[in-house]
């Protein structure tokens, strides 16, 4: 498990309150970063619960 923390991923650009519901729902940091590079928006990012895949939007 490496260890990413808070600070290292403040460029997504996670409000607090975002970042205390994450905590709130046990999202970490390093998920919140995974999700990131797997192009998810910041609102599903903080949303998701940690084991939940993504939704697939049908278009």
């Known amino acids: 498990m490496n260890d990413v923390e808070w600070k290292d991923i403040d460029f997504?650009?996670?409000t607090r309150s975002?970042?205390?519901?994450?905590?709130?729902k046990?999202?970490?940091p390093s998920i919140a970063l995974s999700r990131?590079?797997?192009?998810?928006s910041i609102d599903e990012i903080v949303n998701t619960k940690p084991y939940m895949r993504r939704k697939r939007y049908e278009s």
């Open 18 to 24: 975002q970042k205390a519901k994450m905590i709130h």
């Open 36 to 40: 990131y590079k797997n192009y998810w």
């Open 12 to 14: 997504i650009g996670l």
């Open 26 to 28: 046990g999202i970490t």
